[in-house]
């Protein structure tokens, strides 16, 4: 029997996604973000969408569900911002999360993070979170894991918690990471793309010479903080970490390394093209499939919904993971 999930923080719909291709039926999803809201529907049509803010939605409005799932918002977290984390608003939404879960009492559920909730300053407020889950009702297992161990061509480390029902009694193994022969590199998932992209026009609006779908990429300079370090992968390599901002997009691997010129400062090697991912570069590393259309005004929309996002192919081998626990509790209790 399919089971039956409900998504928070659903952003563009990434975890979403990975759980459906794992055979889960995501039949409710929550996001407050009015930008992303055309995505997500036009992406996943047989999921109802409830945009409001998870901090006004009452438990007995959300469906009745076997798994909850989301990503609250990780800015607050993020070793690139201000750290503040649950002192900040937007850290805080992880206990509307646990308050749900808590009142509805699905199997199990699943969380994620960036690595930055790991930090020092954050370990008061992380071991608090961890309590709130086991005192909701869950055995908890959590885990720091880099989605390049998991078939993903980028370099993405993210905190997982997942917990099951203290009823069911589930000894849950995080899945081991794949062969080396089967990890992914860029050429391995953009390579055809090359010599596709066009740039956006002025003020980063979509050009309407795009061929491939959203393969665009944002114009304009480099801060100095984007060049203090190499910002070129090769074909050989996974990407490194897809961020939520355009700006701070990975160059394309066709050009050659970039140069030391002192310290904490890097140049572009002189007589080569030195450009961003695009939109459906970005996209692909993070395991979106073609025919999945970001919906935008400005394409800085479009890389955000895509460095928010969960890696797809990771995703799936999370969900595929549960589901053969969760199989694996049943025919237990068969027995």
Known sequence: MTKRIVSFFAGAGGLDLGFEQAGFDVIWA???????????????????????????????????????????????????GAQRGIKDQRGQLFFDFIRILEAKQPKFFLAENVSGMQHARHADALN????????????????????????????????????????????????????SDDRKVLKDIILDLDGKAVPALDKQKPNPEVK???????????STMYMSRNRVRTWDEPSFTI?????????????????????????????????????????RIQGFPNDFEFKYKN???????????????????????????????????AA
């Not at 010129?261 to 450009?275: L, M, N, Q, S």
């Open 30 to 80: 929550n996001e407050y973000d009015k930008d992303i809201w055309e995505t997500y529907e036009a992406n996943h049509a047989y999921t109802t969408l409830d945009r409001r803010s998870i901090t006004n939605i009452e438990a007995d409005e959300v469906p009745e569900c076997d798994g909850i799932i989301g990503g609250p918002p990780c800015q607050s977290w993020s070793e690139a």
């Open 128 to 179: 608090n979170i961890k309590e709130m889950f086991k005192d909701a009702g869950y055995d908890l297992y959590y885990q720091m894991m880099n989605a390049a161990d998991y078939g993903v061509a980028q370099d993405r480390k993210r905190v997982i918690f997942i917990g099951f029902r203290s009823d069911l009694k589930v000894d849950y193994k995080f899945p081991e990471p794949v062969a």
């Open 212 to 222: 491939e779908l959203n393969h665009e990429y944002m114009i304009g300079g480099f």
């Open 243 to 283: 961020q939520a901002g355009g700006r701070h997009a990975p160059i394309h691997p066709g050009a050659p390394k970039m140069i030391k010129d002192g310290k904490d400062k890097f140049i572009f090697a002189e007589g080569h093209e030195y450009r961003r991912l695009s939109v459906r570069e970005c996209a």
């Open 299 to 333: 394409v800085a929309a479009g890389y955000k919904m895509i460095g928010n996002a969960v890696a797809v192919p990771f995703a799936k081998v999370l969900a595929h993971s549960i589901q053969v626990h969760l199989n694996l509790c049943k025919s237990q209790k």
